[in-house]
């Protein structure tokens, strides 16, 4: 069975964590903040970690980006939790691609392995993400091809939905990919 946990802002819902998944206490998350280099405004990315650690789970960082094949590998298996920030989903997306970290986070968390997704790492669940080009710059992810990604929900993530700065765009997405 899948165990998603998806959210705008995770610090902001952090303690319902606890409720959908018990004995967290000392598990180590993978947390991958990769979203969030190309981005200016990236506090969310701290205050996640921060309520990782407050609900005593272990941080265990990972920038797909920088990381070894090995090191992805080794980390998205072992550890108990994958934990996705948010930042820009087209710059995630072609990171996941080109490191294999979107088929083994796909692989896991199809066996059972808890999965956190903030904003970005929310919407990266969806099957195609080509719906946020509003939303995100995709100019950020000069090497990704296309937009299919990991497919784990059948349905589309709206992340920020009636929150600034993301409100207008937000709406407009729904108005128009809603059927």
Known sequence: MK?????SSFADVA???????????????????????????VFYVNSGKKALEKLGLVVDELDI?????????????????????????FFL???????G?????????NAGKLYIGESAGAIVTSANIEYVTTMDD???????????????????????YMNFPFKKIAHKIVETYSS
């Open 101 to 109: 970290a979107d088929q083994i986070i796909f692989d896991e968390v």
């Open 15 to 41: 303690p319902l964590l606890g409720e959908f998944e018990q004995n967290l206490k000392g598990k180590t998350v993978t947390f991958i903040p990769t979203a969030s280099l190309v981005e200016k405004v």
């Open 65 to 89: 980006s920088q990381a070894s094949a090995d090191e992805i590998a080794a980390k998205l298996k072992t550890n108990d939790v994958i934990y996705v920030s948010g930042g820009n989903t």
């Open 93 to 99: 997306l072609q990171e996941l691609k080109r490191t």
């Open 138 to 160: 995709v100019s950020k992810a000069p090497l990704l091809n296309d937009f299919n990604a990991l497919n784990l929900v059948p349905f589309y993530i709206v992340p920020h």
């Open 3 to 7: 165990k998603l946990f998806l959210a």
